[in-house]
């Protein structure tokens, strides 16, 4: 009940409260106060207002993720303060001149902001630095600098006139705040439910609308009105990768070099990985379906294949689970089905000794995901470091820690036949001798198979917050025209968060 409360809402989408940023903030005095910190100050600097290049075009902004989890301010060039203490919370906004109120509409005062985020106080951005040398000159100053393990990018410090007076701290806060995004709040897990359902009906819909003869551009396109007009998700979570027939090799595809311009042809398979963003928080799901409507032969066999290693890893996912060790046996269950296949013969382990498995499975078996898709938190101080075995598979896994309850991760086998790397494979002895290679040829071409799920990991389990078709028979009946969701659930060790009417189940 959100009756007479501060919420952000979009249309008729998910109410999120702005309590939920309170107790972020709440959560983060603690974490600061259990570490030895009593007093000082937290300040962070928001997202920035950017135009297209040396143009007056203003790019659609969104907020930076740090300042979103904390504060849950849309605006762009904000500041924001918490204070160690006593957890007071205080914003810091620009003054937009009067004469703005022609394009802006009307200009929100201070007060009217406090009301909206529920944060104690809000001055203008130029009072900053006098702010902070009243009330933290000779104090502890937290800003927030940190290497982000995904892009290698640094997040930047707020900073503001003056602050040589203060005793500036950028060591902690990056570690603390990092870990603190990994384990979503009962309200972050509501959201995330919600942006997640969007999503899974967007591809639903999208895989209904398929059809032989579309550019994979008009794939996207349909995702992305669905999830802004039916979801409020103004932002796509990533780039759409709408990768058709020989394409869905390509393992990001969809980028500028390479963008969804394929036309669709009748014996193709499609691989679509496609999000959205509501409040900032991330969808992140790939469905792969055949162009015709129903899978080929050796469609299905790759398809099964894949949801066969999705079952290994959901099967063995709770509290304690070491994520490299589920790599590990998404990959060895690959090699598995490959063999079953036909494409491969011999000993498994001794294909898992010569890393052949990364030859089909390059990329790693899933990431945190919250307010970013590849979520923050992977490779922190005191957490295990990343693996390096070589150029590809476990080397390129987001994050090697332990599962915890509250983390949210993305489950994400695929198997993909990539040209350049078959035929490295083929020119390495040690890896030739497991390959059919006949057999591997009527796959070239073929393009690859991913499924991607959100999944939560409960006190004893999982949690799967994508509710897409999954099994060849709920893929065929929604191509088909078939209801969705099912009337009953043909699968239920996929753990699907089913909301009203829930599919009965077996």
Not at 22 to 33: D, F, I, P
Not at 34 to 49: N, Q
Not at 149 to 163: C, I, L, Q, V, W
Request: overall charge negative.
């Amino acid at each position: 009940n959100y009756f007479n409360m501060a919420v952000f809402q979009l249309g008729k989408g998910c109410p999120v409260p702005m309590t939920l940023h309170k107790e972020n903030r709440s959560r983060l005095v603690k974490a600061l106060q259990s570490g030895g910190e009593k007093s000082g100050v937290v300040l962070l600097k928001g997202g920035e207002a950017k135009t297209r290049y040396d143009t007056d075009h203003e790019i659609i902004f969104r907020q930076e993720s740090y300042f979103q989890w904390t504060f849950g301010v849309k605006e762009p060039d904000w500041f924001g303060a918490v204070d160690i203490e006593t957890g007071k919370s205080t914003v810091f906004i620009p003054r937009i001149p009067l004469e703005a109120v022609a394009w802006m509409g009307s200009i929100k005062t201070p007060n009217e902001f406090k009301d909206m985020y529920e944060v104690d106080e809000v001055l203008y951005v130029e009072e900053l630095s006098k702010y902070m040398l009243d009330n933290y000159e000779g104090k502890s100053v937290h800003v927030l600098l940190g290497k982000n393990s995904d892009s290698g990018n640094y997040s930047e410090p707020a900073k503001f006139d003056g602050m040589n007076k203060c005793k500036v701290n950028n060591e902690i806060l990056f570690n603390i705040m990092a870990n603190l995004r990994v384990y979503k709040t009962e309200k972050e897990l509501i959201v995330m439910r919600y942006v997640n359902e969007v999503a899974s009906k967007a591809h639903v819909d999208v895989m209904r609308n398929t059809k032989p003869g579309m550019g994979e551009h008009q794939l996207e396109s349909l995702f992305l009105h669905y999830v802004y007009y039916h979801g409020g998700c103004r932002h796509a979570a990533y780039t759409c990768i709408c990768a058709c027939g020989p394409n869905a090799s390509i393992l990001h595809y969809g980028h500028a070099g390479e963008a969804n311009t394929r036309t669709l042809e009748d014996g193709d398979i499609a691989l679509l990985d496609m999000g959205g963003e509501y409040h900032c928080y991330c969808s992140d799901i790939t469905c792969s379906w055949p162009i015709s409507g129903k899978f080929t032969k050796n469609q299905e066999i790759i398809y099964n294949g894949v949801l066969a290693t999705v079952k290994a890893v959901i099967d063995n996912m709770r509290p304690g689970t070491i994520w490299v060790d589920m790599h590990r046996l998404a990959t060895k269950t690959i090699l598995e089905q490959l063999k079953g296949a036909g494409i491969l013969e011999g000993s498994i382990d001794e294909m898992t000794n010569v890393n052949l498995g990364a030859t089909f499975f390059p990329c790693g078996l899933g990431h945190f995901i919250g307010l970013d898709t590849h979520d923050v938190g992977g490779y922190l101080k005191n957490c295990p470091p990343r693996i390096d075995e070589g150029p590809y598979g476990v080397k390129k896994l987001r994050t090697a820690r332990k599962l915890e309850e509250g983390m949210m991760i993305t489950v994400e086998p695929g198997i993909y036949f990539i040209n350049e790397m078959m035929d490295l494979a083929l020119k390495d002895p040690a890896k030739a001798k497991f390959i059919n290679e006949p057999r591997l040829n009527e796959f070239r071409g073929f393009g690859g198979v991913r499924i991607e799920d959100v999944v939560c990991v409960t006190k004893d389990g999982i949690e799967n917050y994508t509710l897409c078709p999954r099994t060849v028979q709920e893929v065929h009946d929604v191509m088909a025209g078939g209801k969705w969701p099912p009337e009953k659930d043909t699968a239920p060790w996929l753990q699907r968060a089913w909301r009203d009417p829930v599919p009965k189940s077996d």
